[in-house]
């Protein structure tokens, strides 16, 4: 029941930080907005006569890259934690102190920044587009608790990716390459930069099955539009649940190994 | 003259290769950035085999352009970003007392050699571009073919100092620049035919990003433009470029002028 109570106290204390910064909340939401006028004006623009692109029709993919871009900052996935900057400032020590681990408190959270991003974050691109685009919505009332489901499962799994980018700090201490290299292989491989069935067949199912970016992006949006029908959802919320369970097992290992190479200096 | 800020850049070349596997996944990753801008930009092209009007080499052309400009921009003036940071710690106190330029410090202090990579990389794919463009050479375009990039890249950079002199008055400001710098370098990519009617008049003409490497590019094709821009406009980067200097230079002046510490 403690627990509980912590973890709903950081959830909040998560909310709080960022709902602080509204100046950010701001820019960052204009930003999402121009991007999401860029990519939607190049993909429409190659959909073109044929209205088609990928097996998107034109609603269909101004809703992929207005809610792409609402759910750049729900997911997440480019924020670091400040994880590395305490690995290599000594801090982690305190953390590990905790009566939680480093692990819960920083899930918790970054389960408030969820709950923040949602509010503004998405519905400021998605406003955006339906205002200045035809948007597709979804026909099946099921699909809208499964998008729901999929976005958290999405951020789930990124918050494992960028716990263990922060983990890598053990071994690297600075972790700004790590991070732009996941930041472009992220942009490029989980759907943002364009939808992925512009891919060949095969290197869209090495992506779903090889690496968890799909499930990061694409997964979400792909229910979103009904892509593929209600099999096509299942399959694809079963690949998150999937990459889910690889994050957190790995991210478990990972730690404690770390925690092993952890030594405390002075008394 | 030059030698305090040289030796704060050769500082921060030591400092930033200290961690070696980090410095080289950083120059990694800022070539693969490159790499995955072009591959994003073909992946689009070959789905109908052109892009608005535009075949593979013209497309090439306008790309090269932007993928060129950009990083030479982002390695001279794109740590001018960190301005906020030290607006917002006060730090930007320490940089005004002392007897050098303000902005030349703050290039020097956080000069980032990862992003010597991109440049080289960026150059490599412009060349490509030009040869390949099948571009009837005259003395005037190739004045133009070393013109336009330069040209762009101070276009950029302006943009990159403007955006970060917002933080003199808006300090949690920094994701409001970069829909202008990485979204410029997004939106020039493309052709301007690409984009809708009244977001081309308002950002891509009504702010200049055209003159970055759509006019410039169809210049040095000889082709006119679809959208009905006259001729003689398409040979202005060069002038546009330096009234975006002289704008980015005067808000500067503004912001540093506007400084107030933070007091704490």
């Not at chain 1, 990061?216 to 399959?235: C, F, K, N, S, T």
């Amino acid at each position: 029941m403690d627990t509980v109570r912590t973890c709903a106290a950081l959830a909040g204390a998560g909310f709080r930080r960022y709902s602080t910064y509204r100046q950010a909340t701001v820019a960052g939401a204009f930003t999402n907005i121009v991007f999401g006028f860029l990519r939607c004006y190049v993909l429409l623009s190659i959909a073109g006569e044929a209205g088609e692109l990928a097996g998107y029709d034109v609603r269909q993919l101004a809703t992929f890259v207005w809610v792409s871009q609402g759910l750049l900052a729900v997911v997440g996935a480019w924020g670091m934690l400040d994880l590395a900057d305490r690995v290599r400032s000594g801090d982690v020590v305190a953390d590990l102190l905790r009566p939680l681990g480093p692990f819960a408190v920083y899930l918790c959270t970054d389960l408030g920044r969820l709950g923040f991003a949602v509010l503004t974050r998405l519905t400021a691109p998605v406003a955006a587009g339906l205002v200045f685009f035809e948007l597709y919505l979804p026909a099946d009332p099921i699909t809208y608790p499964m998008f729901g489901v999929s976005v958290l499962l999405a951020t789930l799994i990124a918050f494992c990716a960028r716990y263990l980018i922060g983990l890598s700090a053990f071994w690297l201490l600075d972790i700004r390459g790590l991070t732009m290299l996941w930041v472009f292989v992220w942009g490029a491989g989980s759907g943002m930069y364009f939808p992925l069935p512009i891919l060949p067949g095969w290197a869209q199912l090495a992506l779903w099955l090889g690496t968890p970016f799909p499930a990061m992006a694409q997964a979400p949006l792909d229910i979103l539009v009904e892509r593929g029908g209600a099999g096509h959802a299942w399959l694809v919320l079963l690949d998150q649940c999937v990459w889910l369970a690889i994050g957190l097992v790995v991210c478990a290992r990972v730690q404690r190994r770390a925690w092993r190479k952890l030594v405390v200096q002075g008394g | 003259m030059a030698d305090p800020y040289l030796r704060l850049a050769t500082a921060q070349i030591r400092a930033q290769t200290q961690y070696r596997a980090s410095f080289l996944l950083d120059v990694l990753g800022a070539m693969l950035l490159t790499a995955l801008d072009l591959a994003t930009v073909f992946l689009l092209f070959g789905v109908r085999g052109e892009l608005s009007g535009f075949g593979g080499r013209e497309v090439l052309l306008f790309a090269g352009l932007a993928v060129f400009a950009f990083p030479v921009a982002d390695f001279a003036v794109g740590n001018i970003e960190r301005l906020r940071h030290y607006v917002r710690t006060g730090l930007f106190d320490t940089v005004l007392i002392r007897p050098l330029s303000a902005m030349a410090q703050l290039l020097a202090m956080d000069f980032a050699p990862r992003r010597v990579g991109r440049v080289v990389q960026g150059l490599v794919v412009y060349l490509l571009a030009l040869a390949v463009a099948g571009i009837d050479w005259t003395p005037a375009r190739v004045l133009l073919a070393v013109f336009a990039p330069l040209a762009g890249a101070v276009f950029f950079g302006s943009l990159f100092v403007a955006g970060a002199t917002v933080a003199f008055w808006w300090i949690e400001s920094g994701e409001f620049a970069n829909a202008f710098t990485y979204g410029g370098r997004d939106l020039t990519s493309y052709p301007a035919t690409v984009y809708g009617e009244w977001f081309r008049k308002l950002f891509v003409f009504g702010l200049g990003f055209a003159f970055v490497s759509y006019l410039p590019g169809l210049a040095l094709l000889g082709r006119d433009d679809p959208l009905g821009t006259p001729g003689w406009l398409h040979w202005c980067s060069p002038v546009v470029a330096l009234l975006a200097a002289a704008a980015a230079g005067l808000l500067w002046r503004t912001g540093i002028r506007h400084y107030r510490s933070t007091g704490s």
